[in-house]
DNA sequence: CTTGACTCTGTAGTATGGTCCGGGGTCGAT
DNA sequence: ATCGACCCCGGACCATACTACAGAGTCAAG
Protein backbone atom coordinates (compact mmCIF):
# COMPACT_ATOMS: atom_id res chain seq x y z
CA UNK A 1 0.00 0.00 0.00
CA UNK A 2 1.04 3.49 0.90
CA UNK A 3 -0.95 5.36 -1.41
CA UNK A 4 1.07 8.05 -1.93
CA UNK A 5 0.11 11.74 -1.28
CA UNK A 6 -3.49 10.62 -3.29
CA UNK A 7 -5.42 11.78 -0.39
CA UNK A 8 -8.85 11.01 0.26
CA UNK A 9 -10.46 10.63 -3.24
CA UNK A 10 -13.29 13.76 -4.24
CA UNK A 11 -15.41 13.50 -6.64
CA UNK A 12 -12.89 15.67 -9.02
CA UNK A 13 -10.56 13.23 -8.58
CA UNK A 14 -13.19 9.93 -9.37
CA UNK A 15 -13.98 11.68 -12.36
CA UNK A 16 -10.62 12.43 -13.61
CA UNK A 17 -9.59 9.01 -12.70
CA UNK A 18 -12.22 6.88 -14.41
CA UNK A 19 -13.07 9.40 -17.32
CA UNK A 20 -16.16 10.77 -16.45
CA UNK A 21 -17.86 13.86 -15.81
CA UNK A 22 -18.29 15.17 -12.53
CA UNK A 23 -21.88 15.56 -13.29
CA UNK A 24 -22.35 12.50 -14.56
CA UNK A 25 -20.51 10.70 -11.51
CA UNK A 26 -23.67 12.63 -9.14
CA UNK A 27 -26.12 11.58 -11.45
CA UNK A 28 -25.23 7.89 -11.13
CA UNK A 29 -25.48 8.38 -6.85
CA UNK A 30 -28.76 9.73 -7.42
CA UNK A 31 -29.98 6.65 -9.84
CA UNK A 32 -28.49 4.62 -7.04
CA UNK A 33 -25.64 2.93 -8.96
CA UNK A 34 -22.93 4.12 -6.63
CA UNK A 35 -23.10 3.88 -2.92
CA UNK A 36 -23.37 6.66 -1.39
CA UNK A 37 -20.42 8.18 -0.64
CA UNK A 38 -18.90 9.32 2.80
CA UNK A 39 -18.95 13.07 3.79
CA UNK A 40 -16.89 15.41 5.29
CA UNK A 41 -17.50 17.62 7.66
CA UNK A 42 -18.35 20.24 5.23
CA UNK A 43 -20.51 18.29 2.86
CA UNK A 44 -17.76 16.95 0.41
CA UNK A 45 -18.03 13.45 -0.40
CA UNK A 46 -15.15 10.84 -0.39
CA UNK A 47 -15.49 7.74 -1.93
CA UNK A 48 -12.84 4.90 -1.96
CA UNK A 49 -10.97 3.67 -4.27
CA UNK A 50 -13.23 0.69 -5.73
CA UNK A 51 -15.75 3.17 -7.09
CA UNK A 52 -13.84 3.87 -10.42
CA UNK A 53 -13.99 0.33 -11.35
CA UNK A 54 -17.33 0.52 -10.89
CA UNK A 55 -17.59 3.60 -12.99
CA UNK A 56 -15.61 1.91 -15.75
CA UNK A 57 -18.14 -1.42 -15.56
CA UNK A 58 -20.89 1.22 -16.16
CA UNK A 59 -19.45 2.66 -18.56
CA UNK A 60 -18.52 -0.74 -20.40
CA UNK A 61 -21.92 -2.12 -20.04
CA UNK A 62 -24.24 0.93 -21.91
CA UNK A 63 -21.82 0.16 -24.55
CA UNK A 64 -23.03 -3.71 -24.46
CA UNK A 65 -26.31 -1.84 -24.50
CA UNK A 66 -27.31 -2.48 -20.97
CA UNK A 67 -29.61 0.11 -19.65
CA UNK A 68 -28.83 1.98 -16.62
CA UNK A 69 -31.60 -0.31 -14.48
CA UNK A 70 -29.99 -3.32 -16.14
CA UNK A 71 -26.79 -2.03 -14.98
CA UNK A 72 -27.71 -1.57 -11.74
CA UNK A 73 -29.20 -5.40 -11.49
CA UNK A 74 -25.98 -6.38 -12.23
CA UNK A 75 -23.76 -4.47 -9.75
CA UNK A 76 -26.12 -6.12 -7.28
CA UNK A 77 -25.72 -9.48 -8.03
CA UNK A 78 -23.65 -10.56 -4.94
CA UNK A 79 -23.82 -13.34 -2.11
CA UNK A 80 -24.80 -11.67 1.13
CA UNK A 81 -26.49 -12.28 4.02
CA UNK A 82 -29.77 -10.54 3.02
CA UNK A 83 -30.15 -12.32 -0.22
CA UNK A 84 -30.89 -15.93 -0.49
CA UNK A 85 -27.84 -17.63 -2.86
CA UNK A 86 -30.54 -19.45 -4.98
CA UNK A 87 -32.44 -16.04 -5.80
CA UNK A 88 -29.09 -14.38 -6.88
CA UNK A 89 -28.34 -17.84 -8.35
CA UNK A 90 -31.43 -17.36 -10.64
CA UNK A 91 -30.67 -13.84 -11.13
CA UNK A 92 -27.67 -14.33 -12.69
CA UNK A 93 -28.02 -17.43 -14.93
CA UNK A 94 -30.83 -15.31 -16.27
CA UNK A 95 -28.16 -12.69 -16.99
CA UNK A 96 -25.79 -15.36 -18.38
CA UNK A 97 -28.51 -16.32 -20.80
CA UNK A 98 -28.71 -12.85 -21.92
CA UNK A 99 -25.51 -12.56 -22.32
CA UNK A 100 -24.75 -15.35 -24.10
CA UNK A 101 -27.36 -14.55 -26.59
CA UNK A 102 -25.69 -10.93 -27.70
CA UNK A 103 -23.02 -12.78 -27.84
CA UNK A 104 -24.21 -15.01 -30.16
CA UNK A 105 -25.70 -12.05 -32.45
CA UNK A 106 -22.49 -10.23 -32.18
CA UNK A 107 -20.69 -13.67 -33.32
CA UNK A 108 -23.17 -13.43 -36.57
CA UNK A 109 -22.32 -9.97 -37.24
CA UNK A 110 -18.56 -10.18 -37.16
CA UNK A 111 -18.78 -13.44 -39.60
CA UNK A 112 -21.14 -11.87 -41.94
CA UNK A 113 -18.79 -8.52 -41.90
CA UNK A 114 -15.69 -11.23 -42.27
CA UNK A 115 -17.47 -12.60 -45.68
CA UNK A 116 -17.58 -8.88 -46.78
CA UNK A 117 -14.71 -8.11 -46.28
CA UNK A 118 -13.61 -11.17 -47.87
CA UNK A 119 -15.79 -11.07 -50.91
CA UNK A 120 -14.29 -7.49 -51.40
CA UNK A 121 -11.33 -8.73 -53.53
CA UNK A 122 -12.86 -10.98 -55.75
CA UNK A 123 -15.82 -9.64 -58.06
CA UNK A 124 -18.29 -7.17 -56.88
CA UNK A 125 -22.19 -8.14 -56.37
CA UNK A 126 -22.39 -9.80 -53.32
CA UNK A 127 -25.41 -10.00 -51.54
CA UNK A 128 -27.16 -6.62 -51.36
CA UNK A 129 -26.86 -5.68 -47.67
CA UNK A 130 -24.76 -8.69 -46.51
CA UNK A 131 -24.97 -7.98 -42.95
CA UNK A 132 -28.47 -8.42 -42.87
CA UNK A 133 -27.21 -12.27 -43.53
CA UNK A 134 -26.58 -11.92 -39.43
CA UNK A 135 -29.78 -12.50 -38.55
CA UNK A 136 -30.59 -15.01 -41.18
CA UNK A 137 -28.94 -17.83 -40.33
CA UNK A 138 -31.98 -19.75 -41.73
CA UNK A 139 -35.19 -19.07 -42.05
CA UNK A 140 -37.09 -21.68 -40.16
CA UNK A 141 -39.53 -19.42 -38.71
CA UNK A 142 -42.08 -20.61 -41.01
CA UNK A 143 -44.49 -18.62 -39.88
CA UNK A 144 -44.07 -15.98 -42.83
CA UNK A 145 -47.77 -15.20 -43.48
CA UNK A 146 -51.19 -15.75 -42.39
CA UNK A 147 -52.10 -15.36 -38.39
CA UNK A 148 -49.07 -13.58 -36.45
CA UNK A 149 -50.17 -14.39 -32.84
CA UNK A 150 -53.15 -12.26 -32.21
CA UNK A 151 -56.12 -10.75 -32.44
CA UNK A 152 -58.46 -11.14 -35.24
CA UNK A 153 -59.00 -14.99 -34.58
CA UNK A 154 -61.49 -16.54 -32.01
CA UNK A 155 -63.45 -13.67 -31.18
CA UNK A 156 -65.08 -14.61 -28.94
CA UNK A 157 -67.96 -12.78 -26.54
CA UNK A 158 -67.29 -9.24 -28.46
CA UNK A 159 -70.10 -7.58 -29.98
CA UNK A 160 -69.47 -7.43 -33.30
CA UNK A 161 -66.58 -6.78 -34.86
CA UNK A 162 -66.82 -6.29 -38.66
CA UNK A 163 -63.68 -8.05 -39.30
CA UNK A 164 -60.18 -6.69 -39.89
CA UNK A 165 -59.16 -5.46 -43.01
CA UNK A 166 -56.15 -7.01 -43.30
CA UNK B 1 -42.62 -18.46 -54.47
CA UNK B 2 -46.54 -18.01 -54.73
CA UNK B 3 -47.11 -15.14 -52.16
CA UNK B 4 -50.62 -16.48 -50.92
CA UNK B 5 -52.53 -12.94 -50.79
CA UNK B 6 -50.28 -11.27 -48.92
CA UNK B 7 -51.04 -8.37 -50.77
CA UNK B 8 -48.81 -5.76 -50.61
CA UNK B 9 -46.99 -4.82 -48.01
CA UNK B 10 -48.74 -2.09 -46.10
CA UNK B 11 -46.98 -0.14 -43.23
CA UNK B 12 -49.29 -2.02 -40.55
CA UNK B 13 -48.73 -5.48 -42.04
CA UNK B 14 -44.73 -4.49 -41.54
CA UNK B 15 -45.49 -3.75 -38.57
CA UNK B 16 -47.22 -7.02 -36.87
CA UNK B 17 -44.95 -8.80 -38.91
CA UNK B 18 -41.65 -7.49 -37.34
CA UNK B 19 -43.00 -6.77 -33.89
CA UNK B 20 -42.35 -2.81 -34.19
CA UNK B 21 -44.92 -0.16 -33.56
CA UNK B 22 -46.29 1.97 -36.44
CA UNK B 23 -45.13 4.78 -35.41
CA UNK B 24 -41.68 3.19 -34.79
CA UNK B 25 -41.41 1.94 -38.43
CA UNK B 26 -42.27 5.36 -39.62
CA UNK B 27 -39.51 6.99 -37.98
CA UNK B 28 -37.20 4.75 -39.11
CA UNK B 29 -37.89 5.41 -42.62
CA UNK B 30 -37.85 9.34 -41.43
CA UNK B 31 -34.04 8.55 -39.48
CA UNK B 32 -33.17 7.21 -43.05
CA UNK B 33 -32.63 3.42 -41.47
CA UNK B 34 -35.13 2.13 -44.54
CA UNK B 35 -35.65 2.77 -48.10
CA UNK B 36 -38.47 5.09 -48.77
CA UNK B 37 -41.03 2.61 -49.75
CA UNK B 38 -42.88 3.32 -53.11
CA UNK B 39 -46.65 4.71 -52.24
CA UNK B 40 -50.48 4.15 -53.60
CA UNK B 41 -51.48 6.31 -55.98
CA UNK B 42 -53.12 7.64 -52.89
CA UNK B 43 -50.13 7.70 -51.06
CA UNK B 44 -50.10 4.54 -48.37
CA UNK B 45 -46.44 2.91 -48.32
CA UNK B 46 -46.21 -0.43 -49.80
CA UNK B 47 -43.27 -1.98 -48.73
CA UNK B 48 -41.16 -5.14 -49.81
CA UNK B 49 -40.48 -8.29 -48.05
CA UNK B 50 -37.12 -7.78 -47.27
CA UNK B 51 -37.80 -4.59 -44.63
CA UNK B 52 -38.97 -6.83 -41.98
CA UNK B 53 -35.75 -8.60 -41.57
CA UNK B 54 -34.09 -5.11 -41.96
CA UNK B 55 -36.34 -3.92 -39.24
CA UNK B 56 -35.54 -6.87 -37.04
CA UNK B 57 -31.56 -6.27 -37.35
CA UNK B 58 -32.34 -2.82 -35.89
CA UNK B 59 -34.14 -4.22 -32.95
CA UNK B 60 -31.37 -6.76 -32.70
CA UNK B 61 -28.40 -4.45 -33.18
CA UNK B 62 -30.25 -1.47 -30.69
CA UNK B 63 -30.14 -4.43 -27.93
CA UNK B 64 -26.45 -4.65 -28.52
CA UNK B 65 -25.86 -1.17 -27.71
CA UNK B 66 -25.75 0.36 -31.33
CA UNK B 67 -26.86 4.06 -31.75
CA UNK B 68 -29.50 4.35 -34.98
CA UNK B 69 -26.57 5.77 -36.84
CA UNK B 70 -24.48 3.08 -36.07
CA UNK B 71 -26.86 1.24 -37.23
CA UNK B 72 -27.35 3.30 -40.39
CA UNK B 73 -23.69 3.14 -41.30
CA UNK B 74 -23.72 -1.17 -40.73
CA UNK B 75 -26.58 -1.19 -43.27
CA UNK B 76 -24.87 0.55 -45.57
CA UNK B 77 -21.54 -1.69 -45.92
CA UNK B 78 -21.90 -3.19 -49.06
CA UNK B 79 -20.25 -3.49 -52.21
CA UNK B 80 -21.93 -1.68 -55.00
CA UNK B 81 -20.60 0.61 -57.92
CA UNK B 82 -20.98 3.73 -55.39
CA UNK B 83 -18.53 2.65 -52.94
CA UNK B 84 -14.80 1.57 -53.49
CA UNK B 85 -14.19 -1.53 -52.00
CA UNK B 86 -11.53 -0.30 -49.99
CA UNK B 87 -13.60 2.26 -48.56
CA UNK B 88 -16.28 -0.41 -47.42
CA UNK B 89 -13.58 -2.93 -46.43
CA UNK B 90 -12.05 -0.71 -43.88
CA UNK B 91 -15.59 0.61 -42.21
CA UNK B 92 -16.26 -3.19 -42.61
CA UNK B 93 -12.70 -3.90 -40.88
CA UNK B 94 -13.52 -1.17 -37.95
CA UNK B 95 -16.87 -2.48 -36.95
CA UNK B 96 -15.58 -5.75 -36.93
CA UNK B 97 -12.98 -4.57 -34.02
CA UNK B 98 -15.48 -3.24 -31.84
CA UNK B 99 -17.71 -5.80 -32.08
CA UNK B 100 -14.84 -7.88 -31.59
CA UNK B 101 -14.38 -6.28 -28.81
CA UNK B 102 -17.87 -6.31 -27.20
CA UNK B 103 -17.13 -9.75 -27.21
CA UNK B 104 -14.64 -9.75 -25.51
CA UNK B 105 -16.09 -8.11 -22.61
CA UNK B 106 -19.86 -10.12 -22.82
CA UNK B 107 -17.30 -12.82 -22.38
CA UNK B 108 -15.67 -11.80 -19.81
CA UNK B 109 -19.12 -10.71 -17.73
CA UNK B 110 -20.26 -14.06 -18.17
CA UNK B 111 -17.38 -15.73 -16.62
CA UNK B 112 -17.32 -13.75 -14.20
CA UNK B 113 -21.54 -14.48 -13.61
CA UNK B 114 -20.77 -17.78 -13.71
CA UNK B 115 -17.90 -17.73 -11.27
CA UNK B 116 -20.67 -16.20 -9.51
CA UNK B 117 -23.27 -18.63 -9.31
CA UNK B 118 -20.62 -21.54 -9.06
CA UNK B 119 -19.34 -19.90 -5.96
CA UNK B 120 -22.70 -19.79 -4.46
CA UNK B 121 -22.80 -23.23 -3.36
CA UNK B 122 -20.04 -23.42 -1.22
CA UNK B 123 -19.52 -20.95 1.84
CA UNK B 124 -20.88 -17.47 0.89
CA UNK B 125 -18.54 -14.04 1.46
CA UNK B 126 -17.19 -14.34 -2.47
CA UNK B 127 -16.30 -10.84 -4.00
CA UNK B 128 -17.92 -7.91 -2.63
CA UNK B 129 -19.11 -7.29 -6.20
CA UNK B 130 -18.14 -10.16 -7.96
CA UNK B 131 -19.25 -8.70 -12.02
CA UNK B 132 -16.53 -5.97 -11.28
CA UNK B 133 -14.42 -8.69 -11.83
CA UNK B 134 -15.26 -8.76 -15.20
CA UNK B 135 -12.94 -5.55 -16.06
CA UNK B 136 -10.02 -6.48 -13.84
CA UNK B 137 -8.62 -9.02 -15.97
CA UNK B 138 -5.10 -7.83 -14.28
CA UNK B 139 -4.85 -4.03 -13.26
CA UNK B 140 -1.87 -3.29 -15.34
CA UNK B 141 -2.68 0.29 -16.02
CA UNK B 142 -0.08 1.18 -13.65
CA UNK B 143 -1.53 4.52 -14.35
CA UNK B 144 -3.42 4.75 -10.81
CA UNK B 145 -2.83 7.88 -8.98
CA UNK B 146 -0.86 11.20 -10.31
CA UNK B 147 -0.69 12.48 -13.43
CA UNK B 148 -3.76 11.61 -15.27
CA UNK B 149 -3.02 12.49 -18.80
CA UNK B 150 -4.33 16.05 -18.21
CA UNK B 151 -4.61 20.06 -17.55
CA UNK B 152 -1.97 21.07 -14.55
CA UNK B 153 1.01 19.56 -15.86
CA UNK B 154 3.85 21.95 -17.56
CA UNK B 155 2.18 25.28 -17.91
CA UNK B 156 4.09 26.87 -20.64
CA UNK B 157 3.90 30.21 -21.64
CA UNK B 158 0.65 30.92 -19.28
CA UNK B 159 -0.37 33.94 -17.50
CA UNK B 160 0.17 32.67 -13.93
CA UNK B 161 -1.87 29.75 -12.90
CA UNK B 162 -1.91 29.16 -9.07
CA UNK B 163 -1.55 25.99 -9.48
CA UNK B 164 -5.01 23.15 -9.36
CA UNK B 165 -5.60 22.72 -5.91
CA UNK B 166 -5.65 19.18 -6.76
C1' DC C 1 -7.49 36.87 4.58
C1' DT C 2 -7.89 36.91 -0.18
C1' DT C 3 -8.32 34.34 -4.21
C1' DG C 4 -9.17 30.79 -7.26
C1' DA C 5 -9.92 25.96 -7.71
C1' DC C 6 -13.15 22.94 -6.03
C1' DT C 7 -17.50 21.31 -3.93
C1' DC C 8 -22.52 21.46 -2.81
C1' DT C 9 -27.70 21.50 -4.12
C1' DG C 10 -31.31 22.13 -7.10
C1' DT C 11 -33.33 23.07 -11.39
C1' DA C 12 -33.40 23.51 -16.28
C1' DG C 13 -31.98 22.19 -20.82
C1' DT C 14 -30.31 18.71 -24.52
C1' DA C 15 -30.04 14.51 -27.39
C1' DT C 16 -31.78 10.19 -28.59
C1' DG C 17 -35.37 7.20 -29.54
C1' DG C 18 -39.50 6.71 -29.63
C1' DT C 19 -44.99 7.23 -28.68
C1' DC C 20 -49.37 9.49 -28.97
C1' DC C 21 -52.78 12.36 -30.72
C1' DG C 22 -55.94 15.01 -34.07
C1' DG C 23 -57.78 15.93 -38.25
C1' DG C 24 -58.43 14.01 -42.45
C1' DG C 25 -58.37 10.75 -46.50
C1' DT C 26 -58.73 5.51 -48.32
C1' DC C 27 -60.35 0.83 -48.87
C1' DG C 28 -63.59 -2.78 -49.00
C1' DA C 29 -67.37 -5.53 -47.12
C1' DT C 30 -72.33 -4.84 -46.40
C1' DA D 1 -73.45 4.93 -49.79
C1' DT D 2 -71.73 3.99 -45.36
C1' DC D 3 -69.01 2.32 -41.65
C1' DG D 4 -65.02 0.65 -39.54
C1' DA D 5 -60.35 -0.64 -40.11
C1' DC D 6 -56.37 1.47 -42.17
C1' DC D 7 -53.40 4.95 -43.81
C1' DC D 8 -51.35 9.90 -44.08
C1' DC D 9 -48.98 13.89 -41.90
C1' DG D 10 -47.43 17.14 -38.41
C1' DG D 11 -46.63 18.27 -34.02
C1' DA D 12 -46.85 17.48 -29.12
C1' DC D 13 -45.29 14.65 -25.55
C1' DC D 14 -42.48 11.01 -23.03
C1' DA D 15 -38.45 8.30 -20.90
C1' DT D 16 -33.66 7.77 -20.55
C1' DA D 17 -29.29 9.55 -19.81
C1' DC D 18 -26.96 13.02 -19.41
C1' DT D 19 -25.11 18.17 -19.21
C1' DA D 20 -25.18 22.85 -17.97
C1' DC D 21 -26.08 26.55 -15.02
C1' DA D 22 -26.80 29.46 -10.74
C1' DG D 23 -25.91 30.62 -6.29
C1' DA D 24 -23.49 29.54 -2.30
C1' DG D 25 -20.03 27.39 0.67
C1' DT D 26 -15.05 25.08 1.35
C1' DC D 27 -10.16 24.60 1.06
C1' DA D 28 -5.44 25.80 0.86
C1' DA D 29 -1.63 28.42 -1.36
C1' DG D 30 0.19 33.00 -1.34
Given at each position: MSGSKTGPLTIGKVAR???IGIETVRFYERQGLLTKPDRTASGYR???????????????????GFTLNQIKELLSLRVDPDT?????????????EDIA????????????L??????????????????????DRRRHNSRTEG????????????????????
Amino acid sequence: MSGSKTGPLTIGKVARRSGIGIETVRFYERQGLLTKPDRTASGYRQFNEDVIARLQFIQRAKELGFTLNQIKELLSLRVDPDTSCNNVKARAEAKIEDIADKIRTLQRMKKALIRLTQQCGKRGGGSECPILDALDRRRHNSRTEGEHRDDNCHNSGMPKMRKKRN
